[in-house]
């Protein structure tokens, strides 16, 4: 679900996109059906009818028992207006990793322990003389570091950004703009950030990380305003925003956006939620998909669904019912709060450092008491609850808003915590209240570096106690992300 937006035609432009801005070349086979349902969240029907437009409009070729393979890969400045129509998506996109990557690297540099695999990855860069197959084996690089959190979220984030920012057009344009790093300077370069990992000296490490994404950014920002000046009669074309890949089903994302009309009262005089019908028609689902987002919503306690009747919003007290969705459906979809509850702690101290920073004295000091007024129900989840609407408020950027998005629908999934194990460590509510009043003496006080690392230490006891839960139930500690350490976090 695209918002509106049927689901082929999202599968369709993401590819018409890749095909015209030269990320698929004309010759390379497209991914299996298989590979294309996993990757957009969507069926083998949707996937097949894309394929056949993409073969009706001359963009590949299909023939029985292969692959299908680019026909039209468009080559000089036939590329351009896609190019230059996602110029300020691209920038986002930069602008964000600069902001995020380098001490969420840095982070990672702490827990890594083969450097000699980062060491041979730089010198693989450094070997090749053109600048593709280098740029291919540096991001080889960060893969191998951000893997260590196995946190597979995480590499999702990487790998559609490189995607999205992946811009080849060095075999047709004229512009000579300053080069980054030539292969051999920047294989150089992260072999001297191996080192320095190596020797522990992780200061030095996140200013070069700084670095490498400032000069990345400033360069990629010239050129393609460069490129502009340089075709001004290039038509726009139609762009489709940038969508960060899906792991959840296609159900998770109408349960959010339920849950959500739920708290702001939507349904507060209707009393019921719409039908199964209603829902199929509204988000364009399958009658599948609605059972499925209803059987969420009550399975965490949001709504309880009358026989005949319709499901409404759930009374206090009501519950616990019998699971509607099954067991390994859970876990695998617990698996993945875990890894937004792992983002959350090492990525939350950016956000809010600058948040803070951002607020008036006024303002500061009006946040302070309304969190004041939590302390009489001060608890982990009250308090969570806080901290997550301001960082949602203060996300800047469509990069970073789409992809907490998908993180904020990954949330709904800990709601089976309490039904699954009453095991494991919790967070109670006077460590929570301890960290309330840490929070709001930094707001009132307008220290942003103490208000970060006290959001920080409480996502991060949140990831592990949640995480000790699960295992709790008997999953495998191998299956699920690194613990974390709060002296590691940075901000």
Known sequence: MKGNQPLYRFLYDSLVSQIEKGVLRQGDSLPSQQALCGQYNVGITTVRYTLRLLEQNGYIVV?????????????????????????????????????????????????????????????????????????????????????????????????????????????????????????????????????????????????????????????????????????????????????????????????????????????????????????????????????????????????????????????????????????KTVFENLILFLDTLQILALTTGFFVKEAVQALSDEEAGQLALRWQALEDRACADSLFTALWDFLKEHLSGVYLKASFRQLEECLLWGGYLSRLSQDGRRVSPAVSKRYLHTLCGALRQKDAPAFARAASSFFCLVYNAARDRVLSCGAKAGRLPLPLKEEYLCF
């Open 63 to 327: 023939s029985p028992r292969r692959r299908p393979v680019v026909l039209a890969g468009r080559q000089g400045q036939a590329g351009l207006p896609r190019l230059l129509a996602e110029k300020e998506m691209v920038l986002d996109v930069y602008q964000s990793l600069y902001f995020l990557m380098p001490a969420l690297e840095t982070s990672a540099a702490q827990n890594f322990n083969d450097v000699s695999a980062l060491k041979g990855a730089a010198r693989a860069v450094a070997w090749h003389k053109s600048t593709p197959p280098a740029r291919g084996r540096a991001i080889l690089f960060f893969y191998k570091l951000i893997d260590v959190y196995q946190n597979q979220l995480l590499i999702d984030f990487l790998s559609d950004s490189e995607h999205f920012t992946h811009i080849p057009y060095e075999s047709f344009h004229r512009l000579n703009p300053s080069v980054v790093y030539t292969p051999q300077m920047l294989g150089e370069y992260l072999l001297s950030i191996a080192d320095m990992i190596e020797i522990k000296n992780f200061s030095v490490v996140h200013h070069k990380f700084q670095k490498l994404y400032d000069i990345t950014f400033a360069w990629m920002k010239t050129y393609l305003h460069e490129l502009e000046a340089q075709y001004p009669g290039v038509k726009d074309v139609p762009s489709p925003p940038f969508t960060p890949k899906k792991r959840l089903c296609l159900y998770t994302s109408v349960a959010c956006d339920l849950y959500r009309r739920l708290k702001k009262g939507e349904f507060s005089e209707t009393r019921y939620l719409p039908s199964l019908a209603g829902l199929q028609k509204e988000y364009h689902i399958s009658a599948f998909s609605a059972r499925q987002a209803l059987g969420l919503l009550n399975d965490v306690g949001v709504v309880y669904t009358h026989d005949k009747k319709g499901t409404a919003p759930a009374a206090p007290g009501m519950g616990p019912f019998p699971l509607r969705i099954d067991t």
